[in-house]
């Protein structure tokens, strides 16, 4: 699909330099010359302006050097992250339950206009570069968060080559950060898509459906069964369209498109609340934020990105 990199998280031509992350005499050099993004429970450092850099210098980052991530270089600079979830703030925030965190927290030690916010919230304002910069920075310190563990023998791991890899103290396994691949699905009959409204969401919240690649299945199949599974529908022709990073918690969305072959919607409770056929017509008033009872799609997710290409039939 032309433009497919215009998705959020996604085409912002970071040079990760991955040769670099077992060089630590670079490191070092560049840790003294760079700047880095602090996170706290996931949520990066945020300003008016974007995403909240500092200098490696600022006390925050560096007291947590041993742990700071190589990003890579963008505009020529080194770029590094640094997970500061040990840090308490005066009040934390009780969101559970939420579908998205309100709140914002701001360190003493970090700049007065600096905060920390939920990427969902800003990411549709990050221009392209930043954008991946905080989707990788993001995923990568849940990675560490949730994998400090060996999967093989149960042992504490440890961070190696700047954060993009963890080896077992006791068996040596070497263990890389964790891409889970998913399928969301522009399924179409005539004029009409489908959509799909999660039970956990908010009344009048409709995406794309979506779901997880399973163990041997290919795209195509993935998107049959989970159209399927979810509202009964079978889909014939299936194409791919395009690709997003989704760092919520890591995964990688891929964007197709289906041809329904049936048009009788019989929901699964277990999986989604609601399906419906919404015409072109109707779409765009969604869209255009003029519907009664269907929210526009959320700024910034694949799921509106593709809506709005078949939409101005700009699919091809």
């Given at each position: 699909?032309?433009?497919?990199?215009?998705?959020?998280?996604?085409?912002?031509?970071?040079d990760r330099a991955a040769l670099r992350r077992g060089d630590a005499v670079w490191l070092d050099d560049a840790w003294g010359k760079g700047r880095v993004l602090p996170l706290w429970r996931g949520k990066p450092l945020c300003c008016e302006d974007g995403l909240g850099w500092v200098p490696c210098a600022n006390p925050v980052p560096a007291e947590r050097r041993a742990r700071a991530i190589f990003l890579g270089l963008a505009?020529?600079?080194?770029?590094?992250?640094?997970?500061?979830?040990?840090?308490?703030?005066?009040?934390?925030?009780?969101?559970?339950?939420?579908?998205?965190?309100?709140?914002?927290?701001?360190?003493?030690?970090?700049?007065?206009?600096?905060?920390?916010?939920?990427?969902?919230?800003?990411?549709?304002?990050?221009?392209?570069?930043?954008?991946?910069?905080?989707?990788?920075?993001?995923?990568?310190?849940?990675?560490?968060?949730?994998?400090?563990?060996?999967?093989?023998?149960?042992?504490?791991?440890?961070?190696?080559?700047?954060?993009?890899?963890?080896?077992?103290?006791?068996?040596?396994?070497?263990?890389?950060?964790?891409?889970?691949?998913?399928?969301?699905?522009?399924?179409?009959?005539?004029?009409?898509?489908?959509?799909?409204?999660?039970?956990?969401?908010?009344?009048?919240?409709?995406?794309?459906?979506?779901?997880?690649?399973?163990?041997?299945?290919?795209?195509?199949?993935?998107?049959?069964?989970?159209?399927?599974?979810?509202?009964?529908?079978?889909?014939?022709?299936?194409?791919?369209?395009?690709?997003?990073?989704?760092?919520?918690?890591?995964?990688?969305?891929?964007?197709?498109?289906?041809?329904?072959?049936?048009?009788?919607?019989?929901?699964?409770?277990?999986?989604?609340?609601?399906?419906?056929?919404?015409?072109?017509?109707?779409?765009?008033?969604?869209?255009?934020?003029?519907?009664?009872?269907?929210?526009?799609?959320?700024?910034?997710?694949?799921?509106?990105?593709?809506?709005?290409?078949?939409?101005?039939?700009?699919?091809?």
């Open positions: 699909m032309q433009l497919a990199e215009q998705v959020t998280f996604g085409g912002g031509g970071l505009d020529g600079a080194p770029h590094f992250a640094v997970d500061i979830s040990d840090w308490r703030p005066d009040e934390i925030p009780d969101t559970l339950g939420l579908f998205l965190d309100p709140s914002e927290q701001r360190h003493p030690d970090l700049p007065e206009d600096h905060l920390f916010r939920e990427l969902r919230r800003v990411m549709p304002g990050l221009d392209p570069l930043q954008a991946e910069l905080a989707a990788t920075a993001k995923g990568i310190c849940e990675w560490h968060r949730t994998h400090r563990f060996c999967s093989r023998c149960g042992q504490p791991s440890r961070m190696v080559d700047a954060g993009w890899r963890r080896v077992c103290e006791a068996c040596s396994t070497p263990h890389f950060p964790r891409t889970d691949p998913c399928v969301i699905m522009l399924i179409l009959q005539g004029n009409s898509v489908l959509l799909g409204r999660s039970p956990g969401w908010p009344e009048g919240m409709f995406s794309l459906l979506a779901g997880f690649i399973e163990p041997g299945e290919s795209v195509e199949a993935a998107v049959r069964r989970e159209v399927a599974e979810e509202t009964g529908i079978r889909v014939g022709r299936v194409g791919y369209l395009a690709s997003q990073p989704w760092p919520f918690p890591a995964s990688l969305m891929l964007g197709c498109r289906g041809e329904a072959l049936s048009r009788e919607i019989t929901v699964d409770p277990a999986e989604i609340a609601e399906a419906r056929w919404v015409p072109r017509e109707e779409m765009l008033a969604v869209i255009a934020g003029e519907s009664a009872d269907i929210r526009p799609p959320r700024p910034g997710a694949i799921a509106g990105y593709l809506i709005r290409r078949w939409l101005a039939d700009r699919l091809d």
